[in-house]
């Protein structure tokens, strides 16, 4: 038993992923091109990419409570397992700007030193050669926008400065006071950090001025502060720069200044927060007993004691009646749809509905017996006929039962509909009951609402107040130190292998997407295969591949190239194909094609050449009177006298349109297509076109005709029943898939006889099924490829 796999469906499957798969494989050249340019790209980007690394510090912020925790518990108002502080509070304070500003001034990052390379420009921080420092005020603390100066020493005791901005150039002595014109300043060398061979003179120094807001927000935007854990007081504090000790610095400073803030404001806060404390307490005793006061009098006014209770009872008794009217509306439905059904004419002999839910028995029954009645009716209509004396019975007595049941659901419709109408009164009164309860509620939750504010309000301030008292005594930093700032040793970015790795990846993507859209947005055949898959069971013949410009388009003598070899392919099929069809002897061949520039009379002419080296007369006929080309193959004037004055003129013989040439040796006769005629549809129609072909068939082994193509005109479909076989001639990179769908439907309708396909102009990367199996240019005669003689100069 054959496994599934081996079907049909799955071997096709099959073949068209390994279609798909070579079509990349084929590319692999542009896969390897991409990887080396993507890689080479990395390495580069790598060699002059500026490396980030990644500062962190940790700190705890502190409980202020965790003190007297032990007091609040044993009191009863503590709450064990929860710390007191407000983490995001503190997360927020430390990357405010406030704080950022004190780290700005302390650090002096208002000024940054860069010394510039011939690539890359790199910070100098706390080892640049010289300082720059202001005289007064930093005027650039209200100005919108930075200064970069061009520091360049030119000896131990004198520098250039250029400012960028302005192009102001000059020459100073390092300590002189220096006005550029937005502030005073001056330049001394940094005695420690200056070296001894003086490698700092004549190179390029960047001063870099901030105003301090820009280096707030600079500095600020590059800080994240994060809590390490959900109900965790911890709080990882992380920088990226380019600089790591610079950064490392700041988070310290941060700290520093964050625990320095706390210390100065506690004793401040603290006071002011007892006494706001004390305060408020007063005033919430007399609001609260005011709300406790309000309500005692409210339920005393209204008579309340349990309003939800109340309202409770309310919605159960509405339910009951909704739940009564419900069904009541279903019997009224019901009754309706009997009263219908019994009323209608063309249900006369049709069966009463039974067991719908009527809550009347005597309805029931009645319909019961009113269905028996009719049973029995069509049983006796079925032998006999309606005039039989038992049918005439029966049919009265199921009127009278049908008056009767009809009387029945009238009385149950108005006893219903009274129903209906006392239960909806007991809805409506009940309605109005409800309606009142939300009043009553809302007004006496509005005053227990303000009671339990008050309540919680004054419980919350008392123990705040004892918080505060015991807050006071206390004077620490508001945050422990857990891991000072460090800095991690490799760069977090780039990282080289998930470059290197994305460049790799990325010299594979875009090769493949470039292939992908091409071949999504292709709509051109380029090989057999193509054709194959889209004409299905037609033959092809074969494949004839693209030849060069500087190339012969013509089969020579004793020819060996690729083109020539196709032809003879073409010719070896063509007899298996003639021999494969039974019946007498046949030899008339149509070369055709769908659309104009297919190549139909370059395919045309060379078969003809290929046939004749086979010591076989043929002739060749340019039947495409409308557009010649036949002519240029034999360099003879488009105008020459051919098949047009033929059909045209009955006084024209066979004989002085035929001309006989000898080309590579062989004979072969050509009738040219003629002079272009203005009908030349109707030409074709004639009965000369049919004698010319009988009379021609038995002088030559094999008649190719040249005709005009299918889908533009209709030349060739008036003439299509002459010919005994037909080449159907199609053109890869030209020929659109979607055309073969019309030679498929000619073929299905068999308006062309005997037809196989010809692809022409196949490159020689997709001649032979995409050249999976093809052989190359020649078969014999291999190519010297740049190797072979590298390695024969080398003598390997």
């Known amino acids: 038993m054959n496994s599934t796999s081996n079907s049909p469906i799955f071997k096709e499957e099959d073949n068209n992923l390994r279609e798909e798969i070579d079509k990349y494989l084929f590319q692999w050249k542009w896969f390897v091109l991409g990887v080396i340019i ?230 401040l806060v603290s006071e002011n927060t007892f006494n706001f404390i004390a305060e408020r307490l007063e005033i919430i005793q007399e609001e609260l007993d005011s709300v406790e006061t309000n309500k005692k009098e409210f339920q005393t006014e209204n008579k309340i004691t349990d309003i939800p209770s109340e309202a409770q009872l309310y919605v159960e008794d509405i339910r009951e009646i909704q739940k009564s009217r419900v069904e009541v509306e279903t019997q009224l439905e019901l009754i309706k749809y009997i009263k219908d059904y019994l009323t209608d004419t063309n249900r006369s002999s049709d069966l009463l509905p039974a067991n719908l839910g009527v809550t009347d028995s005597g309805i029931e029954s009645s319909i019961s017996e009113y269905n028996q009645l009719v049973i029995q009716r069509n049983n006796q209509l079925q032998t006999g006929t309606a005039s039989n004396p038992i049918v005439i019975n029966l049919n009265n007595q199921i009127d009278v039962i049908k008056s009767n049941i009809l009387t029945s659901l009238n009385n149950k419709t108005k006893s219903l509909e009274v129903k209906r109408r006392d239960i909806i009164n007991q809805q409506n009164n009940l309605d109005s009951k409800i309606s009142s309860v939300p009043k009553n509620s809302l007004i006496f939750r509005d005053i227990t609402r303000q009671q339990n504010i008050k309540e919680n309000l004054f419980l919350y301030l008392l123990q705040k107040r004892e918080e505060t008292a015991i807050s006071l005594a206390i004077t620490a930093p508001s945050a422990k130190v857990i891991d000072d700032a460090y800095s991690s040793r490799s760069p977090i970015f780039p990282k080289k292998q998930i470059i290197y790795l994305a460049a790799f990846i990325l010299g594979i993507i875009i090769p493949f997407l470039i292939i992908y859209v091409k071949n999504l947005l292709d709509n051109k055949i380029h090989n057999r295969a193509d054709v194959e898959k889209e004409t299905k069971l037609i033959p092809i013949l074969g494949e004839v591949p693209k030849i060069d410009t500087k190339e012969s388009e013509t089969v020579g003598t004793n020819d060996r190239s690729i083109l020539a070899e196709a032809f003879r392919i073409l010719r070896t099929n063509l007899s298996y194909f003639v021999k494969s069809i039974k019946g007498e002897e046949k030899n008339i061949i149509f070369v055709t094609s ?112 040249d005709t005009a193509p299918t889908m533009l005109v209709t030349d060739t479909l008036l003439i299509s029943q002459h010919a005994d076989f037909t080449v159907y001639v199609t053109r890869a990179e030209y020929t659109d898939k979607r055309l073969l769908k019309f030679p498929v439907e000619l073929y299905h309708e068999k308006k062309l006889r005997n037809m196989a396909f010809v692809v022409n102009n196949v490159s020689v990367s997709n001649y032979g099924y995409g050249n999976k199996y093809g052989y190359g240019y020649t078969y014999g005669a291999e190519k010297e490829t740049f190797f072979t003689k590298l390695k024969s100069k080398l003598r390997f």
Request: aromatic residues 8%; hydrophobic residues 35%; glycine residues 6%.
């Open 594 to 705: 769908t659309v104009k520039g297919e190549g139909k009379t370059f395919v045309a002419f060379n078969l003809a050449l290929t046939l004749s080296t086979s010591d076989k007369k043929v002739l060749l006929i340019g039947s495409d009177i409308r557009n010649p080309q036949l002519h240029r193959y034999i360099d003879r004037p488009e105008q020459s006298k051919g098949l047009s004055e033929y059909l045209y003129d009955e006084k024209v013989t066979i004989e002085s349109v035929t001309d006989s040439y000898k080309i590579n040796k062989k004979d072969i006769s050509i009738i040219l297509s003629g002079r272009i005629p203005p009908n030349p549809a109707e030409l074709l129609m004639r009965d000369r076109f049919k004698n010319l072909l009988e009379e021609v068939k038995d002088k030559y082994d094999y008649v190719v005709v």
């Open 38 to 267: 993507t890689l080479t790209g990395a390495f580069l980007y790598l060699r002059y990419a500026t490396p980030i690394y990644q500062s962190t510090a940790t700190i705890l912020v502190k409980d202020e409570k965790k003190g007297e925790a032990s007091i609040l518990e044993d009191l009863g108002s503590g709450t064990p397992g929860f710390s007191s502080v407000n983490v995001e509070d503190e997360i927020q304070i430390l990357k405010s700007k406030n704080l950022m500003s004190g780290v700005v001034d302390d650090l002096n990052l208002t000024t940054q030193y860069l010394l510039e390379g011939n690539i890359k420009t790199v910070e100098l921080y706390n080892s640049q050669p010289f300082d720059f420092t202001f005289i007064g005020q930093d005027s650039l603390g209200n100005q919108g926008y930075s200064r970069q100066l061009e520091v360049e020493p030119i000896s131990n005791s004198k520098y250039k400065i250029k400012e960028v901005s302005t192009e102001t150039s000059s020459e100073h002595s390092f300590g002189d006071v220096v006005n550029l014109g937005f502030g005073k300043f001056t330049i001394v060398p940094n005695k420690t950090n200056l070296s001894e061979n003086n490698s700092w003179i004549n190179k390029k120094y960047i001063v870099r001025l901030l105003p301090q807001f820009s280096a707030i927000n600079k500095y600020q935007s590059a800080l994240t502060v994060e809590n390490t854990g959900r109900r965790s007081s911890v709080i990882s504090l992380s920088m990226q720069s380019e600089n790591s000790k610079k950064s490392e610095d700041i988070l310290n400073n941060i700290i520093k200044q964050f625990n320095n803030d706390a210390i100065v404001d506690k004793n």
